[in-house]
């Protein structure tokens, strides 16, 4: 975690060594400060040149820094710039592979910039909820226009080094076959005598009219920002490379950084950016342990679940075989994939050659022995634990020795899944949420005798097949589904006091999640809920549940598939209407039980669905089913449409205090079924430590 120094005849070159990113740490920006410094004090050294070992110039600060003391300690991000600017020798940036964010900044300090073709450029500060720190709003605008400038830091996204070639960004841009340091310390040689040293800082933006661009810009970026703020402010840091003195201009970004750096949105991206890396760790699997080589695969079941799982191993590369028990079925979900491909052409999402190519990579068969040379099966079919041992028995007879044997279950035992089989440690749990091909979130459930080598192939896999990996433990529902049955118990005692379906809807919604209960049962279909409800009633006859989605379902409303489910619906359209049958239905069993319905508030409404996540994922973590909060963060930001801007239910306890969530649950425990509202014990001895999920 250095900067090396070599002299090259006449020029230094410092190259930034902190694996994996080059990431401008503080040991990194020491070195590359007093590198700098001993640059300008040899006579014999004309111009200097700053790279990056490896593959890349820079990713920009250190993201083991983050939050941390020693991302402000000196020297800072802003002092390794200003070093650069301000040397009385000439400074080339020679960039590769990924320059963004403070590398990017850094590089705009130097006096000159080349780079190869097929590097990464870009500030992507905004999709961490912040703005640009060190000059980068200043700075880029000035060497690929305002507009140009204003798009690439608004959205965050990277542009090709080629494609800003003929911009004041770069003053070569050498062919790919180059050897970079060498031609940058020839680039060096050519202008070591050239004086004054250019700065970016110097050169004026030249945009008639700019006064109408940058309403325009901040009235599209405030329909597109949502609840974010950092979107707009990037336009008033890019407005302030306009409108003022550079050094106002500097001044007014570093103001609005360190005033969204407090925000709970940039927080709760910034965990969310965390736990995301965090979720591929698991303590006793060292990130060295071997994998399985995945190069065939094969899925149980072509019904919706197993076609986009299917699809998922197609889009990756890996060829893989679906099974089916008749031909019909087998028939019907092979088109379905055709078709979702095709619609992704039409979309203009995916090249009509690619489609063809990951169609080609899957196949059907009837027959067990046409997949035993898979290296991994995932069974796909119905949610009943005699289906799925049956299924497991067989894998267990046909499938080669070392074969991955994974369930899709979303709720089951999967020690009792694999207990069926001689070789449980080779079996796993890979819950793909729907749709399959689409959803980011993949649950790794880790049975008692789960392999090592196994969990780590999954987690391996979940990157490879593009999903989020977050890992659990054996339990009723794992992470997601176990909590989300408090959520969904909380919604249906709701309709019992007197809320209706698309009030509690749209209360949620409201708070950010992407649909609400009622909805998000309608779309799923509430004859699933239903099965699992009366297997609880067996197995857990001490858990009170509301009986109106059983009466829903009794009178066949499944939700979307059936046309009618909380809501009514029409041929040919997803929208709902709200049902006066399924809502006389709610206030006719209020009216049978003797409850008075009452007005419910949208808080009260919103506390008890997602404080009913926080007390169970408390459970869950205190169990270890989850290995950390961050973890039930992920499962619920990219599973359960869990708004991003408030970071997981975990994360938004620890905002909201986890005193006052505790305050809100023993109320609610004095309320009408309060016996669903016992506090966590980890919840109870976190609040009084004043401590938080989250540390």
């Not at 196994?454 to 979940?462: E, Q």
């Given at each position: 975690?250095s900067?090396?120094?070599v002299v090259?005849?006449?020029?230094?070159?410092?190259?930034?060594?902190?694996?994996?990113?080059n990431?401008?740490?503080?040991?990194t920006?020491?070195?590359?400060?007093?590198?700098l410094?001993?640059a300008?004090?040899?006579?014999?050294v004309?111009?200097?040149?700053?790279?990056?070992?490896?593959k890349?110039?820079?990713g920009?600060?250190?993201?083991?820094e983050?939050?941390?003391?020693r991302?402000?300690t000196?020297?800072?991000?802003?002092?390794?710039?200003?070093?650069a600017e301000?040397?009385g020798?000439p400074?080339?940036?020679?960039?590769?592979?990924?320059?963004m964010?403070?590398?990017?900044e850094?590089?705009?300090?130097?006096?000159?910039?080349?780079a190869?073709?097929?590097?990464?450029?870009?500030?992507?500060?905004?999709k961490?909820?912040?703005?640009?720190?060190?000059?980068?709003?200043?700075?880029?605008?000035?060497?690929v226009?305002?507009?140009?400038?204003?798009?690439?830091i608004?959205?965050?996204?990277?542009v090709?080094?080629e494609?800003l070639a003929?911009?004041?960004l770069?003053?070569?841009?050498?062919?790919?076959?180059?050897e970079?340091?060498?031609?940058?310390?020839?680039?060096?040689?050519?202008i070591?005598?050239?004086?004054?040293?250019?700065?970016?800082?110097?050169?004026k933006?030249?945009y008639?009219n700019y006064?109408?661009?940058?309403?325009?810009?901040?009235n599209?970026?405030?329909?597109?920002?949502?609840?974010?703020?950092?979107?707009?402010?990037?336009?008033?840091c890019?407005?302030?490379?306009v409108t003022?003195?550079?050094?106002?201009?500097?001044?007014f970004?570093?103001?609005?950084?360190?005033a969204?750096?407090q925000t709970?949105?940039?927080?709760?991206?910034?965990?969310?950016?965390?736990?995301?890396?965090?979720?591929?760790?698991?303590?006793?699997?060292?990130?060295d342990?071997?994998?399985?080589?995945?190069?065939?695969?094969?899925?149980?079941?072509?019904?919706?679940?197993?076609?986009?799982?299917a699809?998922n191993f197609?889009?990756?590369?890996?060829?893989?075989?679906i099974?089916?028990m008749?031909?019909?079925a087998?028939?019907?979900?092979?088109?379905?994939?055709r078709?979702?491909?095709?619609n992704?052409?039409?979309?203009g999402?995916?090249?009509?050659?690619?489609?063809?190519?990951?169609?080609?990579?899957?196949?059907g068969?009837?027959?067990?022995e046409d997949?035993?040379?898979?290296?991994?099966?995932?069974?796909a079919?119905?949610e009943?634990?005699?289906?799925?041992t049956q299924v497991f028995?067989?894998?267990?007879?046909v499938?080669?020795?070392?074969?991955?044997?994974?369930s899709n279950?979303?709720?089951?035992?999967?020690?009792?899944?694999?207990?069926?089989t001689?070789?449980?440690?080779?079996?796993?749990?890979l819950?793909?949420?729907s749709?399959?091909?689409?959803?980011?979130?993949?649950?790794?459930?880790?049975?008692a005798k789960?392999?090592?080598?196994?969990?780590a192939?999954?987690?391996?896999?979940?990157?490879?097949?593009?999903?989020?990996?977050?890992?659990?433990?054996?339990c009723?529902?794992?992470?997601?589904?176990?909590?989300?049955?408090?959520?969904?118990?909380?919604?249906?005692?709701l309709l019992?006091?007197?809320a209706?379906p698309?009030q509690?809807d749209?209360?949620?919604?409201?708070?950010?999640?992407?649909m609400?209960?009622?909805?998000m049962?309608?779309?799923?279909?509430?004859?699933?809920?239903?099965?699992?409800?009366?297997?609880?009633?067996?197995?857990?006859?001490?858990?009170?549940?509301s009986?109106?989605?059983d009466?829903?379902?009794e009178?066949?409303?499944?939700g979307?598939?059936?046309?009618?489910?909380w809501y009514?619906?029409?041929?040919?359209?997803?929208?709902?209407?709200?049902?006066?049958?399924?809502?006389?239905?709610?206030?006719?069993?209020?009216?049978?039980?003797g409850?008075?319905?009452r007005t419910?508030?949208?808080?009260?409404?919103?506390?008890?669905?997602v404080?009913a996540?926080?007390?169970?994922?408390?459970?869950?973590?205190?169990?270890?089913?989850?290995?950390?909060?961050?973890?039930?963060?992920?499962?619920?930001?990219?599973g359960?449409?869990f708004?991003?801007?408030r970071?997981?239910?975990?994360?938004?306890?620890?905002?909201?205090?986890?005193s006052?969530?505790?305050?809100?649950?023993?109320?609610?425990?004095?309320?009408?079924?309060?016996?669903a509202w016992?506090?966590a014990?980890?919840?109870?001895?976190l609040?009084?430590?004043?401590?938080?999920?989250?540390?």
């Amino acid at each position: 975690m250095s900067a090396d120094y070599v002299v090259h005849g006449n020029v230094a070159v410092i190259t930034l060594n902190n694996p994996p990113v080059n990431g401008l740490g503080l040991e990194t920006r020491s070195a590359a400060v007093a590198a700098l410094r001993r640059a300008e004090s040899d006579d014999a050294v004309r111009a200097v040149v700053i790279t990056g070992a490896g593959k890349v110039f820079s990713g920009g600060a250190d993201i083991r820094e983050f939050n941390s003391p020693r991302a402000l300690t000196e020297p800072t991000l802003h002092t390794l710039i200003a070093t650069a600017e301000n040397l009385g020798k000439p400074v080339v940036a020679a960039i590769h592979g990924v320059c963004m964010g403070g590398g990017l900044e850094l590089s705009l300090g130097c006096h000159y910039r080349v780079a190869l073709p097929g590097a990464q450029i870009g500030l992507p500060e905004v999709k961490i909820g912040l703005v640009p720190g060190a000059g980068g709003t200043q700075r880029l605008p000035r060497v690929v226009g305002l507009e140009q400038g204003l798009n690439m830091i608004v959205s965050g996204n990277p542009v090709m080094s080629e494609k800003l070639a003929e911009t004041k960004l770069f003053d070569r841009v050498f062919d790919a076959g180059l050897e970079l340091v060498a031609a940058a310390v020839e680039f060096a040689n050519g202008i070591a005598d050239v004086r004054p040293l250019p700065k970016v800082r110097d050169l004026k933006i030249d945009y008639p009219n700019y006064e109408a661009f940058l309403q325009f810009s901040r009235n599209t970026v405030k329909a597109m920002a949502g609840p974010f703020p950092a979107p707009l402010e990037c336009v008033e840091c890019v407005a302030a490379s306009v409108t003022r003195k550079f050094e106002d201009g500097l001044a007014f970004e570093r103001e609005r950084f360190l005033a969204l750096a407090q925000t709970n949105e940039s927080k709760a991206l910034r965990h969310a950016f965390f736990a995301e890396r965090a979720a591929s760790k698991v303590p006793d699997v060292p990130a060295d342990t071997p994998t399985r080589t995945i190069a065939r695969a094969a899925v149980i079941g072509a019904g919706t679940m197993g076609g986009g799982i299917a699809m998922n191993f197609a889009n990756a590369g890996i060829p893989v075989t679906i099974l089916e028990m008749k031909q019909e079925a087998l028939d019907k979900g092979l088109a379905t994939i055709r078709k979702n491909y095709e619609n992704t052409v039409k979309k203009g999402k995916l090249a009509q050659d690619k489609a063809e190519q990951r169609v080609g990579l899957i196949t059907g068969t009837l027959a067990f022995e046409d997949i035993a040379q898979a290296d991994i099966v995932v069974e796909a079919v119905f949610e009943d634990m005699e289906v799925k041992t049956q299924v497991f028995r067989k894998l267990d007879e046909v499938m080669k020795p070392g074969a991955i044997l994974a369930s899709n279950t979303s709720t089951l035992d999967l020690d009792r899944i694999a207990d069926v089989t001689s070789r449980p440690q080779d079996v796993i749990g890979l819950h793909f949420f729907s749709p399959a091909n689409v959803m980011k979130l993949l649950e790794i459930v880790r049975g008692a005798k789960t392999g090592k080598d196994v969990l780590a192939t999954a987690l391996a896999l979940s990157k490879k097949i593009r999903k989020t990996g977050v890992v659990s433990g054996v339990c009723d529902g794992f992470i997601g589904n176990r909590m989300v049955e408090q959520y969904l118990r909380q919604a249906f005692f709701l309709l019992e006091e007197g809320a209706l379906p698309e009030q509690v809807d749209k209360a949620i919604e409201k708070f950010g999640f992407a649909m609400g209960p009622f909805r998000m049962s309608d779309l799923a279909g509430n004859d699933i809920g239903w099965y699992i409800r009366k297997r609880r009633y067996a197995e857990s006859p001490d858990i009170v549940y509301s009986p109106i989605p059983d009466r829903l379902c009794e009178q066949g409303r499944f939700g979307q598939k059936t046309g009618a489910g909380w809501y009514d619906y029409q041929a040919g359209d997803r929208k709902p209407h709200a049902s006066a049958s399924v809502n006389e239905m709610i206030a006719g069993y209020s009216k049978e039980i003797g409850v008075e319905r009452r007005t419910i508030s949208d808080e009260e409404i919103v506390q008890r669905l997602v404080f009913a996540l926080v007390n169970e994922g408390a459970r869950i973590l205190e169990e270890g089913i989850a290995l950390r909060a961050s973890d039930i963060d992920m499962v619920y930001l990219t599973g359960y449409g869990f708004p991003l801007h408030r970071g997981g239910p975990m994360l938004y306890a620890d905002t909201v205090g986890l005193s006052n969530v505790l305050a809100k649950i023993q109320q609610f425990a004095r309320g009408r079924h309060g016996e669903a509202w016992a506090p966590a014990p980890l919840l109870e001895r976190l609040a009084g430590e004043g401590k938080g999920f989250n540390g």
